[in-house]
Every structure is written in C-alpha cells, then in structure tokens.
C-alpha cells in the first residue's frame, strides 16, 4: 500500500481574476534540427525555439514542461508540414485552442564565385512562424538576405565612382504551397544590384563591382522589385518585404516596407495582425 499523498497540480487549480492569456509559454529554447535542402539533403543547425499557447480564464497555469517534451518527440528532419504537426501536437497536448511557434536558425548556402567558380558558404537568417487557431494552421517563412545596392542617384550626379552599401532584404512569406528556402534567397538576390559571395577572387571583385555599377537600386526599387516576384508566385498568399540599406555617406539606414495579403483587404490572419493592402491573384 502507498502512502504517498498525490502531487498537486497547481497549473490546472482554478483561477477567479476572469482574465484569459493570449500566449503563455517557454521563450528562447536552443535545439538541434535537421533542414531539408533543395539538393536533397538535410542540414544539422541549431535553432531557438519561442512556442506559446492561449490560456483560458479559469486556469491558473500551463504545463511548461510539456513544450519541452514536444521539442524532445521532434529530433528529426523539420520540414513545413513536420513543424505544422509540431504546432498541432503542441495544442493537442495541451488543451489549448490557438498556439504560436516561432523557430529561427543560421541556414548556410553553398555560393559559386560568377568568375574564378570557387566554393565558398553564406550564411542566412531563417525563420519558421506557425500559427494554429480553430484548427486551422497558419505558416509563414522568413529569410533575412544580405544582398549589395547601389545608388542610382549617386552614380547620377558623380563624374565616376557611385556609393554602395550592404543591405538586408528581409522577405517573410505566408505560404500555401511547398517552397523552398533557396527559393526565396535566389528571388531576393535577383533583385538586388549584386549578391553577397562569401570568397572572392580579383576577377570576381571586379565583376562583383561592375554588375552593381550597372544594376543601380535605390531602397524602394529594392522592395517593388521583390514584391513584383512574389505577387507572381501563387504558392504565396501574402508576404511583408523589407529592405534597410546601412548607408555608406550616412549616420543612418534607408529603409522600405511593402506589406500584402493577396486574399483579403483587412488584417485578417496577417502576420502579427498588421494592416494590409490587397495584392493581385496574378
């Protein structure tokens, strides 16, 4: 016979305040994943974890164990529909209706020099956003893209030379169809006036630096020219595109931000509930 009193469990007693949390959960969990690549491989990185979910009125608590539990169930290939199951498991597990998991992780690229052809990786910031509410999953990617531009402006008024600077374009995607990561890099990179490499030899400078000469962006072409693609591709249904070039004759960055839902014309299921304008269905 045990004696043993049972243990309580404080998260589920009830709670008499009537106030019910939007999101309650574990923020900034290092774990390792495996992402698939276009090549057909996979990639071990690390990623952090954010994963929360909503809280009734009437309970005091969430199990905050249990996010680590699912994490530890999911030491396998991340994939889109891999990291939706995650997100169901997840309010599954426990007894939430809506649930946010945010996973951000270093993703390298393996980049041919234009001239001399030598190897060498770039690395990229990514990140998967699910969303989960009345069953229904939300996924957006992000991709954060080093990328160069060049001041039209500059190569204008100068007798020669033109400033240039390195630029983030930041594309965060919702998506309704499979899309990979190298997909959105070589979209972002298209666009730019030239794109990062992370070795160069003297025969690639050069042409590095006569393709941004001849390809001048300011920051709002950098950010149309994005959009145009992705309003092209149906397997996106809305998209924010960011573009801050860290000016070189400047104390300050140039920045520009194109946001649209191709479905609606109202905030509804945009990322972080911003406001959005319509897009084409083109």
């Excluded at 690229?109 to 910031?125: E, F, H, N, Q, W």
């Excluded at 693609?229 to 140039?254: G, P, T």
Aim: glycine share 4%; with cysteine.
């Amino acid at each position: 016979m045990n004696d043993t009193p049972p243990i309580a469990d404080v998260q589920n007693s009830p709670d008499t305040r009537h106030l019910a949390i939007d999101k309650v959960g574990i923020k900034d969990i290092r774990h390792p994943v495996r992402i698939s690549e276009r090549n057909g491989g996979e990639q071990h990185t690390i990623a952090n974890f954010n994963m929360y979910v909503n809280l009734p009125h009437n309970f005091k608590g969430t199990h905050m164990s249990r996010f680590v539990e699912i994490l530890n169930h999911h030491e396998r290939e991340i994939t889109p529909a891999s990291f939706q199951d995650m997100l169901s498991e997840m309010i599954g597990t426990l007894e939430a209706e809506a649930g946010h998991i945010e996973m951000t992780f270093p993703y390298f690229v393996t980049k041919i020099a234009p001239v001399s052809g030598v190897r060498s990786l770039m690395d990229y910031s990514v990140t998967f956003i699910g969303e989960i509410y009345s069953s229904t999953p939300i996924l957006w990617i992000k991709v954060v893209v080093p990328v160069t531009s060049l001041c039209p402006c500059s190569k204008k008024i100068s007798r020669y030379g033109a400033h240039n600077q390195r630029s983030h374009v930041t594309v965060t995607v919702r998506t309704e169809g499979f899309i990979w990561i190298e997909e959105l890099i070589d979209l972002v990179e298209g666009q730019a006036s030239c794109g990062l490499y992370g070795l160069l030899k003297r025969p690639d400078e050069k042409y590095v630096t006569e393709r941004a000469y001849e390809n001048p962006k300011f920051v709002e072409d950098m950010v149309r020219d994005v959009a145009t693609q992705l309003n092209a591709d149906k397997r996106i249904s809305a998209y924010v595109v960011e573009s801050e070039n860290f000016e070189s004759i400047h104390n300050h960055s140039a920045y520009a931000m194109i946001q649209t839902d191709k479905k609606y014309c109202s905030p509804k299921n945009f990322l972080h509930e911003t406001h959005s304008h319509c897009g084409s269905d083109t």
